[in-house]
């Protein structure tokens, strides 16, 4: 299915953490935390500003990106969860 945010939107394929820690635990799934980082999968046209013109949108599809942890809102497409947020949302995007 194709989907495409509107306005500021992005939607966020998340990225999971590793399962066990530095020292080689395992962390069962009820102790993990929702993932802060995540691949944009597609972004909207932009917000306007008050004269109506768009405001370009900073991330683009492909770039990966660190978000606040109680940030945006998570959905299902096609049996993948995704996470759609908006760009004001996004702390910045990691080389």
Sequence with gaps: MLFTPLHDRVLVR???SDE???GGLIIPDTAKEKPQE????SVGAGAKDEAGA???MDVKAG???LFGKWSGTEIKIDGEELMIMKESDILGIMA
Excluded: M, N, Q, Y
């Excluded at 995540?38 to 999968?41: I, N, T």
């Design 20 to 22: 066990k820690t530095s």
């Design 14 to 16: 998340l990225i999971e």
């Design 38 to 41: 995540g691949e944009v999968v």
């Design 63 to 65: 770039d990966k990106i």
């Design 54 to 56: 768009r405001i370009a």
